[in-house]
């Protein structure tokens, strides 16, 4: 979490400042070079207590939030001691254990969403919902009729 251990510089000596100065040359440099890049941050404590943590609990998230094409949150309930999760396809609860989402909270390019997956967090690896662990995706993604069903193509 390099953007926690961001500390108020010469440049304006406030911490929040420096984040948003931070992320503001960052995208520009982003954009005049037409890279791309990830910057990881973890979410402030008082996520634990909520349902599902949002973007208001990253630090300094006014910032983050502003200068992002996207924003997502990997959460995993059963980490914050929830025994459920919600579905998001069917909007019922699910038990949480072996289970993380991806809260996609802002996109510029499209539609925002839950994505729920499978995990092994020992491993730190994680999987579609719908798929065991070590399918061959290579053959399935080969696969014509995968890609048409899976945009309803059919």
Known sequence: DFVGMTTGGAKYGNRTYDIGDF???????????????????????TADH??????????????????????MILDRPEYRRKENIKDPETGGDIPSKGLAMIRVV????????????????????????????????????????FWKRLYQLQ
């Open 106 to 145: 802002k996109n510029r390019e499209g539609q925002v969403k839950d994505v729920l997956v499978r995990c092994d967090i020992s491993k730190f690896r994680f999987w579609n919902r719908d798929m065991v662990f070590g399918q061959d995706y290579r053959s399935l993604y080969n696969d014509e009729m």
């Open 50 to 71: 909520k349902d599902y943590p949002d973007v208001t609990d990253f630090s300094d998230s006014q910032f983050i939030e502003q200068n992002s094409d996207t924003v």
């Open 23 to 45: 992320m503001q040359k960052l995208k520009q440099n982003l954009n005049d070079t037409g890279m791309s890049a990830i910057i990881l941050a973890q979410i402030n404590r």
